[in-house]
């Protein structure tokens, strides 16, 4: 599976972006796909989760309420759609899958991360 995310760009404090993450290969549909972010020498962070059916979702704390996570399956797309950012929101974003241990942040594959950065 390769994973290709856009979307990222520079908005102000309060606005909305969309990241996409589109997948090659055919079994897209059987793998958990999500989101992390890394800042500059910090660690990875997970940000959001979802199922291979779309039905389960998970989120971090810091942007819960804020990030919505959706699948495409037919379109072996992934969004993150992000609202009322924040400046502390300005890092690389990155997509990645896995079958079974995304949420402890492990994923056989990433894809090649898009900034995004916040402006106040």
């Known amino acids: 599976v390769q994973l290709q995310a856009s979307g990222g760009g520079l908005v102000q404090a309060g606005g909305s972006l969309r990241l996409s993450c589109v997948a090659s290969g055919r079994t897209f549909s059987s793998y958990v796909m999500g989101w992390f972010r890394q800042a500059p020498v910090k660690e990875r962070e997970f940000v959001a989760a979802?199922?291979?059916?779309?039905?389960?979702?998970y989120y971090s704390d810091s942007v819960k309420g804020r990030f919505t996570i959706s699948r495409d399956n037919a379109e072996n797309t992934v969004y993150l759609q992000m609202n009322s950012l924040k400046p502390e929101d300005t890092v690389v974003y990155y997509c990645?899958?896995?079958?079974?241990?995304?949420?402890?942040?492990?994923?056989?594959?990433w894809g090649q991360g898009t900034q995004v950065t916040v402006s106040s």
């Open positions: 990645a899958a896995d079958k079974s241990q995304l949420l402890a942040g492990l994923a056989t594959y």
């Open positions: 979802i199922s291979w059916s779309g039905g389960g979702t």
